[in-house]
T-cell receptor, first 111, second 116 residues
Framework: ELKVEQNPLFLSMQEGKNYTIYCNYSTTSDRLYWYRQDPGKSLESLFVLLSNGAVKQEGRLMASLDTKARLSTLHITAAVHDLSATYFCAVSHNAGNMLTFGGGTRLMVKP | GAGVSQSPRYKVAKRGQDVALRCDPISGHVSLFWYQQALGQGPEFLTYFQNEAQLDKSGLPSDRFFAERPEGSVSTLKIQRTQQEDSAVYLC??????????????FGPGTRLTVL
């Protein structure tokens, strides 16, 4: 059974600081996704990572994938209040492409 | 260019009532997924369609849950004899093979079900 674990579950940080969210998964997978969810809203796709060593960046967010370690990271650079949200990683199974999600990291950026 | 839409957005049901939740996927998307998201948790897979065929229903929590997609477009998730533990947000997502290898799933706004 595929398990996906994120840490930390909750993160409070000051504007301008850097931090990393970690996503570990238990079995081989071919795709890893990062999503953002604002309170009461649906999921917004941030990144799709396909291969070992993949790195993608968008604004202050950078995601990377290490398939050997079964680890993905989401790095936040110089956080701003607008980044406050819950971030989920999700891993797909090759057959059917269903997603298994981590428990989410609730990020709060304080001015 | 409309995204995935779901209705109703909010549903309050008395315990024991039947409910039906609707999902309109992005036009032309072959794959459709239903997920259940409990408060403060990540979404959990319920079921998956490719066109009208239900290829995986392993995540449906009980035989009170039933999903259909008869014409390969709109899908309905039905919950019979609702229980309090069914209270959650039900998310629908669709994807297209043309987006391979990403096979990115696009999510609807969800239906928040509250069972009293």
């Amino acid at each position: 059974e595929l398990k996906v674990e994120q840490n930390p579950l909750f993160l409070s940080m000051q504007e301008g600081k850097n931090y990393t969210i970690y996503c570990n998964y238990s079995t081989t997978s071919d795709r890893l996704y990062w999503y953002r969810q604002d309170p009461g809203k649906s999921l917004e796709s941030l990144f799709v990572l396909l291969s070992n060593g993949a790195v993608k960046q968008e604004g202050r967010l950078m995601a990377s994938l290490d398939t050997k370690a079964r680890l993905s990271t989401l790095h936040i650079t110089a956080a701003v209040h607008d980044l406050s949200a819950t971030y989920f990683c999700a891993v797909s199974h090759n057959a059917g492409n269903m997603l298994t999600f981590g428990g989410g990291t609730r990020l709060m950026v304080k001015p | 260019g409309a995204g995935v839409s779901q209705s109703p957005r909010y549903k309050v049901a008395k315990r024991g009532q039947d409910v039906a939740l609707r999902c309109d996927p992005i036009s032309g998307h072959v794959s459709l997924f239903w997920y259940q998201q409990a408060l403060g948790q990540g979404p959990e897979f319920l079921t998956y369609f490719q066109n009208e065929a239900q290829l995986d229903k392993s995540g449906l929590p009980s035989d009170r849950f039933f999903a259909e997609r008869p014409e390969g477009s709109v899908s309905t998730l039905k919950i019979q004899r609702t229980q309090q533990e069914d209270s959650a947000v039900y998310l629908c997502a669709s994807s297209s093979r043309r987006l391979a290898p990403y096979n990115e799933q696009f999510f609807g706004p969800g239906t928040r079900l509250t069972v009293l």
